[in-house]
């Protein structure tokens, strides 16, 4: 009886994946500056001696959560919208899902920040690339020439990341909440135009 109240009491080992979704909160907060240790220890209720059980370095764990940051805010997503068949109805979906919150998560803007770090550079690298090309892909498939698929993607990119930066440094130009909708589908309207 002793034995298995002892074996309650204990606390479940943090995996990696733990000390990665802790840092990429640190990040999203305060950004990498906000990435130490003791902190993370703290906030994880454990001690430095779980995180050297992981991870050899800071720099280690900051790759561990550049890469949960690239697989829930990319590829994950873009499972999400996978599942709509139809090539326009999924790019409708993508901004929806993905413009209104990024307005409310400034992980994004924090790495930007940091672009100066070459495992920072490597991650937004590989994000903007896997993003414009995914972007560039659904034009594709609704018939755009690849040429203009691809400055289409680019395009409808940078809407997303001029959203982002507005809804951080001037929020009220944006439209409001009830206006949101009619403003996203004005932008859809304009990538989607055929080109005259």
């Known amino acids: ?42 906030r994880l209720g454990t001690t430095k001696g779980s995180f050297y059980w992981h991870f050899g370095n800071r720099e280690a764990l900051i790759e561990a959560a550049l890469a949960r940051w690239i697989e829930a805010d990319t590829e994950e997503i873009i499972a999400a919208v996978e599942t709509e068949p139809d090539p326009e109805q999924r790019l409708r979906r993508l901004f929806t899902k ?28 590989q994000v903007t690339e896997r993003r ?20 289409r993607g680019l395009m409808a990119y940078s809407f997303y990341l001029g959203h982002t930066q507005l809804g951080h440094a001037v929020p009220s130009v944006l439209p409001s909440s009830e206006g949101f909708l009619t403003y996203l589908e004005a932008t859809m309207d304009a990538l989607l135009r055929p080109k005259s």
């Open 1 to 42: 009886m002793v034995m298995v109240q002892r074996q309650q009491n204990k606390k479940a080992r943090l995996s990696a994946r733990d000390w990665a979704d802790a840092a990429l909160a640190a990040i999203r907060e305060g950004g990498l500056a906000a990435v130490a240790v003791e902190p993370l220890a703290a």
């Open 132 to 151: 414009i090309g995914y972007l560039a892909g659904l034009f594709t498939e609704l018939g755009f020439a690849e040429d203009e698929a691809r400055r």
């Open 98 to 125: 993905v413009t209104k919150p990024a307005v409310a998560d400034p992980t994004e803007l924090s790495l930007l920040a940091s672009i100066d770090r070459p495992q920072v550079a490597a991650a937004l690298r």
